[in-house]
Protein backbone atom coordinates (compact mmCIF):
# COMPACT_ATOMS: atom_id res chain seq x y z
CA UNK A 1 0.00 0.00 0.00
CA UNK A 2 1.36 3.47 -1.24
CA UNK A 3 -0.04 6.67 1.48
CA UNK A 4 1.09 10.44 0.79
CA UNK A 5 4.56 10.89 -0.63
CA UNK A 6 4.57 7.78 -1.93
CA UNK A 7 5.38 6.23 1.40
CA UNK A 8 5.29 2.53 0.95
CA UNK A 9 3.92 0.80 4.23
CA UNK A 10 6.03 -2.50 5.26
CA UNK A 11 3.91 -6.02 3.97
CA UNK A 12 4.18 -8.90 6.31
CA UNK A 13 6.81 -10.84 4.21
CA UNK A 14 9.34 -7.98 4.87
CA UNK A 15 9.19 -7.96 8.85
CA UNK A 16 12.43 -8.61 10.84
CA UNK A 17 10.79 -11.82 12.82
CA UNK A 18 14.14 -13.24 14.12
CA UNK A 19 17.56 -12.00 15.38
CA UNK A 20 20.21 -14.65 15.70
CA UNK A 21 23.07 -13.17 18.12
CA UNK A 22 26.42 -14.94 17.21
CA UNK A 23 28.63 -15.10 21.04
CA UNK A 24 27.69 -15.53 24.85
CA UNK A 25 30.73 -13.04 25.79
CA UNK A 26 28.92 -10.08 27.86
CA UNK A 27 28.51 -8.39 24.95
CA UNK A 28 26.62 -10.99 23.27
CA UNK A 29 24.52 -11.77 26.46
CA UNK A 30 23.59 -7.68 26.70
CA UNK A 31 22.91 -7.52 23.18
CA UNK A 32 20.39 -10.69 23.65
CA UNK A 33 18.60 -8.67 26.85
CA UNK A 34 18.04 -5.50 25.24
CA UNK A 35 16.54 -6.86 22.34
CA UNK A 36 14.60 -9.26 23.95
CA UNK A 37 13.20 -6.80 26.59
CA UNK A 38 12.37 -4.14 23.73
CA UNK A 39 11.12 -6.54 20.94
CA UNK A 40 9.15 -8.92 23.53
CA UNK A 41 10.87 -11.97 22.57
CA UNK A 42 9.00 -14.16 24.80
CA UNK A 43 5.58 -13.18 23.69
CA UNK A 44 3.80 -14.90 20.58
CA UNK A 45 3.63 -11.48 19.11
CA UNK A 46 7.11 -10.87 19.33
CA UNK A 47 10.79 -10.66 17.85
CA UNK A 48 12.22 -13.84 18.21
CA UNK A 49 16.14 -13.53 19.67
CA UNK A 50 18.18 -16.93 19.95
CA UNK A 51 21.76 -16.56 21.14
CA UNK A 52 24.16 -19.42 20.02
CA UNK A 53 27.69 -19.46 21.94
CA UNK A 54 30.74 -21.97 20.79
CA UNK A 55 30.84 -24.35 24.01
CA UNK A 56 34.61 -24.66 22.30
CA UNK A 57 35.73 -21.21 22.28
CA UNK A 58 35.97 -19.35 25.83
CA UNK A 59 34.98 -16.06 26.48
CA UNK A 60 37.62 -13.10 26.66
CA UNK A 61 37.22 -13.26 30.72
CA UNK A 62 38.10 -9.92 31.91
CA UNK A 63 36.70 -6.62 32.02
CA UNK A 64 35.84 -6.22 35.43
CA UNK A 65 35.50 -2.33 35.65
CA UNK A 66 32.24 -1.18 34.54
CA UNK A 67 30.64 2.88 34.48
CA UNK A 68 27.57 4.68 35.94
CA UNK A 69 25.40 3.97 33.09
CA UNK A 70 25.36 0.21 33.07
CA UNK A 71 23.32 0.91 36.53
CA UNK A 72 20.08 1.93 33.92
CA UNK A 73 20.88 -1.05 31.89
CA UNK A 74 20.20 -3.45 34.78
CA UNK A 75 17.08 -1.55 35.82
CA UNK A 76 15.92 -1.50 32.50
CA UNK A 77 16.29 -5.30 32.39
CA UNK A 78 13.98 -5.88 35.22
CA UNK A 79 17.27 -7.04 37.07
CA UNK A 80 17.31 -6.69 41.26
CA UNK A 81 20.75 -5.16 42.41
CA UNK A 82 20.52 -7.11 44.83
CA UNK A 83 20.30 -10.31 43.05
CA UNK A 84 23.10 -8.53 40.76
CA UNK A 85 25.78 -7.89 44.19
CA UNK A 86 25.12 -11.29 45.08
CA UNK A 87 25.76 -13.32 42.09
CA UNK A 88 28.58 -11.47 40.37
CA UNK A 89 31.44 -11.09 43.40
CA UNK A 90 30.08 -7.14 42.85
CA UNK A 91 32.00 -4.26 44.54
CA UNK A 92 31.26 -0.12 44.04
CA UNK A 93 33.23 1.73 42.10
CA UNK A 94 33.09 5.39 42.21
CA UNK A 95 36.32 6.10 40.62
CA UNK A 96 39.00 5.80 38.52
CA UNK A 97 42.54 6.64 40.89
CA UNK A 98 45.15 7.62 38.20
CA UNK A 99 48.46 6.91 39.95
CA UNK A 100 52.14 8.07 38.60
CA UNK A 101 50.09 9.42 35.63
CA UNK A 102 51.40 13.29 35.47
CA UNK A 103 55.00 13.22 36.18
CA UNK A 104 55.58 9.98 38.13
CA UNK A 105 56.23 11.81 41.31
CA UNK A 106 55.74 9.98 44.83
CA UNK A 107 52.84 11.80 45.08
CA UNK A 108 51.19 11.61 42.08
CA UNK A 109 47.16 10.77 42.00
CA UNK A 110 44.54 11.91 40.69
CA UNK A 111 40.76 10.79 40.23
CA UNK A 112 38.54 10.33 37.78
CA UNK A 113 35.34 10.75 39.43
CA UNK A 114 31.47 9.56 38.87
CA UNK A 115 29.67 12.52 40.65
CA UNK A 116 28.81 15.58 38.66
CA UNK A 117 30.65 18.68 39.73
CA UNK A 118 28.79 20.87 42.06
CA UNK A 119 25.76 22.62 40.78
CA UNK A 120 25.79 26.39 42.25
CA UNK A 121 24.99 30.10 41.66
CA UNK A 122 28.32 29.73 39.58
CA UNK A 123 30.27 27.29 37.59
CA UNK A 124 33.05 26.43 40.20
CA UNK A 125 35.74 25.38 37.48
CA UNK A 126 36.77 28.94 36.04
CA UNK A 127 36.84 29.67 39.88
CA UNK A 128 38.97 26.76 40.82
CA UNK A 129 40.73 27.65 38.24
CA UNK A 130 41.61 31.10 39.20
CA UNK A 131 42.86 29.67 43.14
CA UNK A 132 39.66 30.36 44.99
CA UNK A 133 39.65 26.93 46.35
CA UNK A 134 43.56 27.19 47.21
CA UNK A 135 46.12 24.13 46.35
CA UNK A 136 42.64 21.91 46.41
CA UNK A 137 42.95 19.29 43.99
CA UNK A 138 40.05 19.84 41.00
CA UNK A 139 38.27 16.98 42.30
CA UNK A 140 38.57 17.61 45.78
CA UNK A 141 37.25 20.82 45.70
CA UNK A 142 34.25 20.75 43.41
CA UNK A 143 32.81 17.26 44.87
CA UNK A 144 32.64 14.96 47.82
CA UNK A 145 33.35 12.34 45.95
CA UNK A 146 37.18 12.16 45.88
CA UNK A 147 37.08 12.07 49.55
CA UNK A 148 34.65 8.80 49.69
CA UNK A 149 37.36 7.20 47.50
CA UNK A 150 40.10 8.02 49.21
CA UNK A 151 38.57 6.60 52.44
CA UNK A 152 36.74 3.40 50.69
CA UNK A 153 33.88 4.44 51.75
CA UNK A 154 30.37 2.94 49.99
CA UNK A 155 28.57 5.04 47.45
CA UNK A 156 25.30 4.85 49.47
CA UNK A 157 23.56 3.79 52.62
CA UNK A 158 21.29 0.73 53.61
CA UNK A 159 18.72 2.95 53.51
CA UNK A 160 18.91 3.96 49.67
CA UNK A 161 16.82 2.36 47.39
CA UNK A 162 18.18 -0.05 44.91
CA UNK A 163 20.64 1.97 41.93
CA UNK A 164 20.00 4.65 44.04
CA UNK A 165 23.00 6.38 45.99
CA UNK A 166 24.60 9.44 48.07
CA UNK A 167 26.94 9.61 44.92
CA UNK A 168 26.80 8.25 41.63
CA UNK A 169 29.20 4.87 41.18
CA UNK A 170 29.27 1.81 38.91
CA UNK A 171 30.31 -1.78 39.91
CA UNK A 172 33.08 -4.09 39.88
CA UNK A 173 32.28 -7.51 39.00
CA UNK A 174 33.66 -11.20 37.75
CA UNK A 175 33.41 -10.83 34.33
CA UNK A 176 32.33 -14.90 33.99
CA UNK A 177 29.79 -14.62 37.03
CA UNK A 178 28.34 -11.37 35.21
CA UNK A 179 27.52 -13.66 31.76
CA UNK A 180 26.49 -16.14 32.85
CA UNK A 181 24.06 -14.07 35.27
CA UNK A 182 22.65 -12.54 32.26
CA UNK A 183 22.15 -15.80 30.43
CA UNK A 184 19.93 -16.76 33.62
CA UNK A 185 18.14 -13.45 33.32
CA UNK A 186 17.89 -13.86 29.42
CA UNK A 187 16.64 -16.89 29.44
CA UNK A 188 14.07 -17.49 32.68
CA UNK A 189 12.86 -13.56 32.16
CA UNK A 190 12.92 -11.86 28.85
CA UNK A 191 12.67 -15.27 26.26
CA UNK A 192 15.92 -16.12 25.18
CA UNK A 193 16.48 -18.93 23.48
CA UNK A 194 19.69 -20.51 23.93
CA UNK A 195 22.19 -22.51 22.08
CA UNK A 196 25.14 -24.28 22.70
CA UNK A 197 26.89 -24.75 19.03
CA UNK A 198 30.12 -23.39 16.52
CA UNK A 199 29.08 -21.38 13.88
CA UNK A 200 31.29 -22.57 10.87
CA UNK A 201 29.88 -21.93 7.53
CA UNK A 202 28.06 -18.18 7.00
CA UNK A 203 26.29 -18.16 3.86
CA UNK A 204 26.54 -14.61 2.29
CA UNK A 205 23.28 -14.26 -0.70
CA UNK A 206 24.00 -12.21 -3.60
CA UNK A 207 23.41 -9.13 -2.48
CA UNK A 208 25.68 -9.40 0.89
CA UNK A 209 23.18 -10.09 3.27
CA UNK A 210 23.64 -13.15 5.38
CA UNK A 211 20.88 -15.79 4.64
CA UNK A 212 21.92 -18.82 7.20
CA UNK A 213 25.28 -20.15 9.21
CA UNK A 214 25.94 -23.67 9.44
CA UNK A 215 26.05 -24.92 12.92
CA UNK A 216 27.64 -28.24 14.22
CA UNK A 217 24.91 -29.30 16.62
CA UNK A 218 21.66 -27.46 15.20
CA UNK A 219 21.95 -27.96 11.52
CA UNK A 220 21.78 -24.34 9.68
CA UNK A 221 20.16 -21.53 11.54
CA UNK A 222 17.93 -18.55 9.31
CA UNK A 223 17.29 -15.07 10.71
CA UNK A 224 16.55 -12.05 9.57
CA UNK A 225 18.87 -10.23 10.98
CA UNK A 226 22.70 -11.30 12.63
CA UNK A 227 24.32 -10.09 15.55
CA UNK A 228 28.17 -10.69 15.58
CA UNK A 229 29.15 -11.03 19.07
CA UNK A 230 32.24 -13.39 18.26
CA UNK A 231 34.91 -10.97 20.23
CA UNK A 232 37.97 -10.73 18.21
CA UNK A 233 37.30 -13.23 15.81
CA UNK A 234 34.82 -11.52 14.22
CA UNK A 235 33.30 -14.43 12.60
CA UNK A 236 30.67 -12.90 10.64
CA UNK A 237 31.30 -9.15 10.37
CA UNK A 238 35.23 -9.61 9.76
CA UNK A 239 35.67 -13.56 8.88
CA UNK A 240 32.90 -14.05 6.20
CA UNK A 241 31.39 -10.15 5.27
CA UNK A 242 35.42 -9.35 5.25
CA UNK A 243 34.22 -5.31 6.82
CA UNK A 244 38.00 -4.05 7.24
CA UNK A 245 39.39 -3.46 10.63
CA UNK A 246 40.96 -0.13 10.88
CA UNK A 247 43.43 0.12 13.35
CA UNK A 248 43.91 2.77 15.61
CA UNK A 249 47.52 2.04 17.42
CA UNK A 250 48.82 4.58 15.71
CA UNK A 251 47.42 7.08 18.35
CA UNK A 252 47.04 4.42 21.45
CA UNK A 253 50.18 2.39 21.71
CA UNK A 254 48.96 -0.55 23.99
CA UNK A 255 48.19 -3.63 22.07
CA UNK A 256 49.14 -6.21 24.65
CA UNK A 257 47.82 -7.13 28.77
CA UNK A 258 49.35 -9.49 31.23
CA UNK A 259 46.39 -10.52 34.02
CA UNK A 260 46.44 -12.15 37.39
CA UNK A 261 44.08 -12.49 40.07
CA UNK A 262 45.48 -12.46 43.28
CA UNK A 263 43.87 -12.96 46.66
CA UNK A 264 43.56 -10.37 49.55
CA UNK A 265 45.90 -10.56 52.15
CA UNK A 266 42.89 -11.81 54.56
CA UNK A 267 39.39 -11.81 54.42
CA UNK A 268 38.66 -8.20 56.22
CA UNK A 269 40.70 -6.69 53.77
CA UNK A 270 39.63 -3.52 52.90
CA UNK A 271 38.36 -2.97 49.10
CA UNK A 272 39.25 0.49 47.54
CA UNK A 273 36.10 2.21 46.24
CA UNK A 274 38.61 2.84 43.00
CA UNK A 275 39.72 1.15 39.94
CA UNK A 276 43.16 1.92 40.51
CA UNK A 277 45.41 2.27 37.41
CA UNK A 278 49.27 2.89 37.92
CA UNK A 279 51.69 4.33 34.95
CA UNK A 280 54.19 2.24 34.44
CA UNK A 281 57.44 2.43 31.48
CA UNK A 282 55.47 0.97 29.07
CA UNK A 283 51.82 1.81 29.84
CA UNK A 284 49.71 0.88 33.29
CA UNK A 285 48.93 -1.51 35.43
CA UNK A 286 44.71 -1.88 36.63
CA UNK A 287 44.06 -3.07 39.96
CA UNK A 288 40.84 -4.03 40.87
CA UNK A 289 39.24 -5.12 43.96
CA UNK A 290 36.16 -7.61 43.86
CA UNK A 291 34.49 -9.32 46.85
CA UNK A 292 37.08 -12.39 47.05
CA UNK A 293 40.25 -11.66 45.22
CA UNK A 294 41.65 -8.42 43.42
CA UNK A 295 41.82 -8.63 39.40
CA UNK A 296 45.31 -6.97 37.74
CA UNK A 297 46.82 -6.68 34.78
CA UNK A 298 49.72 -4.51 33.32
CA UNK A 299 48.34 -3.14 29.59
CA UNK A 300 51.35 -2.49 27.98
CA UNK A 301 53.08 -1.72 23.88
CA UNK A 302 55.04 -4.79 22.45
CA UNK A 303 56.70 -2.03 20.63
CA UNK A 304 58.50 -0.69 24.19
CA UNK A 305 58.83 -3.65 26.47
CA UNK A 306 59.07 -7.36 26.23
CA UNK A 307 56.61 -9.56 27.17
CA UNK A 308 58.95 -11.12 29.77
CA UNK A 309 59.36 -7.75 31.42
CA UNK A 310 56.18 -6.79 31.64
CA UNK A 311 55.43 -10.06 33.28
CA UNK A 312 57.77 -9.19 35.81
CA UNK A 313 56.37 -5.42 36.30
CA UNK A 314 53.21 -7.25 36.93
CA UNK A 315 54.83 -9.41 39.57
CA UNK A 316 56.48 -6.28 41.32
CA UNK A 317 53.84 -4.45 41.38
CA UNK A 318 51.83 -7.02 43.39
CA UNK A 319 54.94 -7.97 45.65
CA UNK A 320 54.34 -5.21 47.85
CA UNK A 321 50.66 -6.31 48.83
CA UNK A 322 50.91 -10.08 48.16
CA UNK A 323 54.45 -11.29 48.70
CA UNK A 324 55.28 -14.21 48.29
CA UNK A 325 51.94 -15.03 46.13
CA UNK A 326 53.39 -12.47 43.18
CA UNK A 327 56.16 -14.55 42.32
CA UNK A 328 53.27 -18.08 42.23
CA UNK A 329 50.33 -16.62 40.69
CA UNK A 330 49.47 -17.93 37.09
CA UNK A 331 49.69 -14.56 34.67
CA UNK A 332 47.95 -14.81 31.01
CA UNK A 333 49.02 -13.18 28.02
CA UNK A 334 46.09 -10.73 26.08
CA UNK A 335 46.50 -9.76 22.67
CA UNK A 336 44.61 -7.08 22.05
CA UNK A 337 43.28 -5.96 18.61
CA UNK A 338 43.39 -1.61 18.93
CA UNK A 339 40.36 -0.26 16.78
CA UNK A 340 37.15 -0.55 14.99
CA UNK A 341 35.30 -2.12 11.84
CA UNK A 342 35.52 0.22 8.97
CA UNK A 343 31.37 -0.42 9.33
CA UNK A 344 29.56 -1.87 12.20
CA UNK A 345 26.70 -2.85 10.28
CA UNK A 346 26.37 -4.10 6.83
CA UNK A 347 23.51 -5.94 5.50
CA UNK A 348 21.96 -7.77 7.72
CA UNK A 349 25.00 -7.69 10.73
CA UNK A 350 25.63 -5.88 13.01
CA UNK A 351 28.48 -6.26 15.05
CA UNK A 352 28.72 -5.61 18.76
CA UNK A 353 31.71 -6.24 21.02
CA UNK A 354 35.35 -6.83 20.58
CA UNK A 355 34.07 -7.86 16.94
CA UNK A 356 33.29 -4.10 16.64
CA UNK A 357 36.14 -2.39 17.96
CA UNK A 358 38.20 -2.40 21.25
CA UNK A 359 40.49 0.16 22.63
CA UNK A 360 42.44 -0.48 26.01
CA UNK A 361 40.29 -0.60 29.41
CA UNK A 362 41.65 2.79 30.65
CA UNK A 363 38.30 4.01 31.22
CA UNK A 364 36.35 0.76 31.10
CA UNK A 365 34.89 1.46 27.70
CA UNK A 366 34.24 -1.85 26.45
CA UNK A 367 30.86 -2.48 28.19
CA UNK A 368 29.91 1.09 27.86
CA UNK A 369 30.02 0.79 23.91
CA UNK A 370 28.92 -2.50 23.31
CA UNK A 371 25.63 -1.80 26.21
CA UNK A 372 25.59 2.08 24.26
CA UNK A 373 25.34 0.30 21.13
CA UNK A 374 23.41 -3.02 21.88
CA UNK A 375 20.52 -0.03 23.27
CA UNK A 376 20.78 1.63 20.28
CA UNK A 377 20.20 -1.16 17.91
CA UNK A 378 17.06 -1.89 20.26
CA UNK A 379 15.58 1.32 20.44
CA UNK A 380 15.87 2.27 16.90
CA UNK A 381 15.44 -1.82 15.37
CA UNK A 382 14.03 -1.37 12.07
CA UNK A 383 10.32 -1.83 11.60
CA UNK A 384 11.02 -3.88 8.27
CA UNK A 385 13.52 -5.51 6.13
CA UNK A 386 12.89 -2.22 3.77
CA UNK A 387 14.27 0.18 6.72
CA UNK A 388 17.52 -1.71 7.06
CA UNK A 389 19.75 0.03 5.14
CA UNK A 390 18.73 3.50 6.61
CA UNK A 391 18.65 2.77 10.31
CA UNK A 392 22.34 1.07 9.21
CA UNK A 393 23.31 4.39 8.24
CA UNK A 394 22.77 6.14 11.14
CA UNK A 395 23.92 3.60 13.24
CA UNK A 396 27.12 3.76 11.82
CA UNK A 397 27.78 7.24 11.11
CA UNK A 398 27.08 7.23 15.47
CA UNK A 399 29.08 4.39 16.28
CA UNK A 400 31.91 5.87 14.35
CA UNK A 401 31.61 8.71 16.01
CA UNK A 402 31.16 7.25 19.69
CA UNK A 403 34.53 5.26 19.21
CA UNK A 404 36.45 8.62 17.73
CA UNK A 405 35.59 9.89 20.52
CA UNK A 406 36.76 7.23 22.94
CA UNK A 407 40.10 7.56 21.31
CA UNK A 408 40.40 11.05 21.90
CA UNK A 409 39.45 10.77 25.50
CA UNK A 410 41.87 7.77 26.10
CA UNK A 411 44.66 9.67 24.55
CA UNK A 412 44.24 12.46 26.19
CA UNK A 413 45.46 11.03 29.89
CA UNK A 414 48.40 10.12 27.74
CA UNK A 415 49.56 13.44 25.64
CA UNK A 416 49.23 15.41 29.22
CA UNK A 417 51.73 13.72 31.01
CA UNK A 418 55.03 15.30 31.62
CA UNK A 419 56.90 12.04 32.35
CA UNK A 420 59.88 11.40 29.65
CA UNK A 421 61.27 8.81 31.88
CA UNK A 422 60.70 5.86 28.69
CA UNK A 423 60.39 6.43 24.79
CA UNK A 424 56.74 5.37 25.18
CA UNK A 425 55.63 8.15 27.42
CA UNK A 426 57.93 10.70 25.07
CA UNK A 427 56.12 9.35 22.25
CA UNK A 428 53.03 9.65 23.56
CA UNK A 429 53.31 13.17 23.73
CA UNK A 430 54.19 13.46 19.92
CA UNK A 431 51.56 15.37 18.23
CA UNK A 432 51.90 13.34 15.28
CA UNK A 433 49.84 10.32 17.78
CA UNK A 434 47.21 13.39 18.29
CA UNK A 435 44.04 13.24 16.81
CA UNK A 436 42.95 16.45 15.04
CA UNK A 437 39.76 16.73 17.09
CA UNK A 438 41.56 16.33 20.57
CA UNK A 439 44.23 18.94 19.35
CA UNK A 440 41.99 21.62 18.39
CA UNK A 441 40.02 21.25 21.63
CA UNK A 442 43.56 21.21 23.45
CA UNK A 443 44.24 24.89 21.68
CA UNK A 444 40.90 25.83 22.75
CA UNK A 445 41.17 25.10 26.41
CA UNK A 446 44.59 26.15 26.82
CA UNK A 447 42.34 29.65 26.63
CA UNK A 448 39.01 29.10 28.22
CA UNK A 449 38.19 26.10 30.27
CA UNK A 450 35.84 23.51 28.61
CA UNK A 451 31.97 24.20 28.66
CA UNK A 452 29.44 22.54 27.94
CA UNK A 453 29.17 23.95 23.91
CA UNK A 454 32.05 21.59 23.52
CA UNK A 455 30.36 18.35 23.66
CA UNK A 456 27.09 19.11 21.36
CA UNK A 457 26.40 15.02 20.74
CA UNK A 458 23.25 13.95 22.46
CA UNK A 459 25.17 10.50 22.06
CA UNK A 460 28.77 11.59 23.41
CA UNK A 461 30.35 8.92 25.57
CA UNK A 462 32.48 11.05 27.61
CA UNK A 463 31.32 14.92 28.63
CA UNK A 464 32.01 17.87 29.74
CA UNK A 465 32.91 16.45 33.53
CA UNK A 466 34.75 13.64 32.37
CA UNK A 467 36.79 16.04 30.62
CA UNK A 468 37.04 18.39 33.42
CA UNK A 469 38.13 15.56 36.28
CA UNK A 470 40.72 14.09 33.70
CA UNK A 471 42.25 17.59 32.40
CA UNK A 472 42.92 19.21 35.83
CA UNK A 473 43.87 16.32 37.19
CA UNK A 474 46.41 15.99 34.96
CA UNK A 475 47.46 19.57 35.95
CA UNK A 476 46.39 21.12 32.30
CA UNK A 477 47.06 24.66 32.06
CA UNK A 478 43.97 27.32 31.35
CA UNK A 479 45.28 30.38 31.02
CA UNK A 480 43.33 32.32 33.18
CA UNK A 481 44.29 35.96 33.48
CA UNK A 482 43.07 37.55 30.20
CA UNK A 483 39.49 36.10 30.76
CA UNK A 484 39.56 37.13 34.77
CA UNK A 485 37.22 39.85 33.83
CA UNK A 486 34.96 37.40 33.02
CA UNK A 487 34.74 36.30 36.36
CA UNK A 488 33.59 38.40 39.44
CA UNK A 489 32.15 36.25 41.81
CA UNK A 490 34.71 35.27 43.89
CA UNK A 491 32.78 35.20 47.20
CA UNK A 492 29.95 32.89 45.66
CA UNK A 493 32.36 30.87 44.88
CA UNK A 494 34.11 30.68 47.53
CA UNK A 495 31.33 30.18 49.85
CA UNK A 496 30.01 26.81 48.07
CA UNK A 497 33.85 25.79 48.02
CA UNK A 498 33.76 26.10 52.02
CA UNK A 499 29.71 24.76 51.64
CA UNK A 500 31.46 21.50 49.80
CA UNK A 501 34.34 21.20 52.53
CA UNK A 502 31.61 20.73 54.92
CA UNK A 503 29.53 18.47 52.92
CA UNK A 504 32.55 16.48 52.19
CA UNK A 505 32.61 15.49 55.95
CA UNK A 506 29.21 14.98 56.52
CA UNK A 507 28.74 12.97 53.58
CA UNK A 508 31.92 10.63 54.77
CA UNK A 509 30.61 10.56 58.26
CA UNK A 510 27.26 8.58 56.81
CA UNK A 511 28.93 6.00 54.90
CA UNK A 512 29.83 2.80 55.69
CA UNK A 513 33.83 1.26 53.82
CA UNK A 514 33.03 -0.58 50.77
CA UNK A 515 33.28 -4.22 52.06
CA UNK A 516 31.15 -3.42 55.05
CA UNK A 517 28.43 -2.10 53.36
CA UNK A 518 28.85 -5.35 50.32
CA UNK A 519 28.71 -7.36 53.38
CA UNK A 520 25.69 -6.03 54.61
CA UNK A 521 23.72 -5.98 51.41
CA UNK A 522 25.04 -9.92 50.73
CA UNK A 523 22.74 -10.21 54.15
CA UNK A 524 20.09 -8.42 54.31
CA UNK A 525 19.74 -7.26 50.69
CA UNK A 526 18.70 -3.24 49.31
CA UNK A 527 15.44 -2.13 49.37
CA UNK A 528 13.23 -2.37 45.95
CA UNK A 529 13.29 0.67 43.40
C1 LIG B 1 42.74 -6.90 28.87
C2 LIG B 1 41.32 -6.47 28.78
C3 LIG B 1 40.72 -5.85 29.86
C4 LIG B 1 39.40 -5.40 29.77
N1 LIG B 1 38.85 -4.72 30.80
C5 LIG B 1 37.62 -4.20 30.67
C6 LIG B 1 37.01 -3.45 31.70
O1 LIG B 1 37.57 -3.25 32.77
N2 LIG B 1 35.78 -2.97 31.50
C7 LIG B 1 35.09 -3.19 30.34
O2 LIG B 1 33.98 -2.70 30.20
N3 LIG B 1 35.61 -3.93 29.36
C8 LIG B 1 36.86 -4.42 29.50
N4 LIG B 1 37.38 -5.18 28.49
C9 LIG B 1 36.54 -5.52 27.37
C10 LIG B 1 35.69 -6.74 27.77
O3 LIG B 1 36.50 -7.85 27.84
C11 LIG B 1 34.60 -6.88 26.79
O4 LIG B 1 33.74 -5.77 26.97
C12 LIG B 1 33.71 -8.04 27.03
O5 LIG B 1 34.38 -9.13 27.54
C13 LIG B 1 32.95 -8.38 25.79
O6 LIG B 1 33.58 -9.37 25.05
P1 LIG B 1 32.76 -10.06 23.90
O7 LIG B 1 31.49 -10.55 24.45
O8 LIG B 1 32.71 -9.14 22.75
O9 LIG B 1 33.71 -11.25 23.45
P2 LIG B 1 34.13 -12.61 24.19
O10 LIG B 1 34.07 -12.53 25.66
O11 LIG B 1 35.45 -12.99 23.58
O12 LIG B 1 33.04 -13.66 23.74
C14 LIG B 1 33.02 -14.20 22.44
C15 LIG B 1 31.91 -15.24 22.34
O13 LIG B 1 31.79 -15.64 21.00
C16 LIG B 1 31.71 -17.05 20.93
N5 LIG B 1 32.18 -17.47 19.62
C17 LIG B 1 33.35 -17.14 19.00
N6 LIG B 1 33.41 -17.73 17.79
C18 LIG B 1 32.25 -18.45 17.65
C19 LIG B 1 31.73 -19.28 16.64
N7 LIG B 1 32.39 -19.51 15.49
N8 LIG B 1 30.52 -19.86 16.85
C20 LIG B 1 29.82 -19.63 17.98
N9 LIG B 1 30.27 -18.84 18.96
C21 LIG B 1 31.47 -18.27 18.80
C22 LIG B 1 32.54 -17.55 22.09
O14 LIG B 1 32.19 -18.85 22.46
C23 LIG B 1 32.14 -16.50 23.15
O15 LIG B 1 30.93 -16.91 23.75
C24 LIG B 1 38.69 -5.64 28.58
C25 LIG B 1 39.26 -6.32 27.51
C26 LIG B 1 40.58 -6.73 27.60
C27 LIG B 1 41.19 -7.44 26.43
Redesign the pocket.
Known sequence: MTGAAGITAPAAANAIRHVLV???????WLTACHLAKKLGAGRPDGVKVTL???PD????G?????VPAIRRTLADLGIRETDFIRACDVTFKQSIRFDGWVDGTADDRYHHIFDYPAVGEVDLTPYWLLGEAGNVPFADAVSVQAAICERGLGPKTMAHAEYDGAASYAYHLD?AKFAAFLTRHATEKLGVTHLLG??GDVRVADDGHISAVATDRHGTIEADLFVD?????A?LVGQALKVPFIPRNDILFCDH?V?AQVPYANADAPIASSTIATARDAGWIWDIGLTGRRGT?Y?YAEKYTSHEDAEATLRDYLRPTVGAVADEVACRR?P?RVGYREKFWVGNCVAI???QGFVE?LE?????V?DATARMLADQFPPSKQAINTVAERFNARVRHAWDKVIDFIKLHYCLSQRSDTQFWRDNRDAAGIPDSLRANLELWAHQPPRDYDFPSRFEIFNLENYLYVLYGMRFETSMAPIRYRYGAQDTARAMFAHLRQATEQACSQLLPNRALIDRIQRHGLQRV
Not at 229 to 233: D, L, V, Y
Not at 364 to 368: H, I, N
Request: hydrophobic share 45%.
Open positions: VGGGTAGIESIPTIVGEGTAHVCTGFARAAGVIMGLAPATGLLY
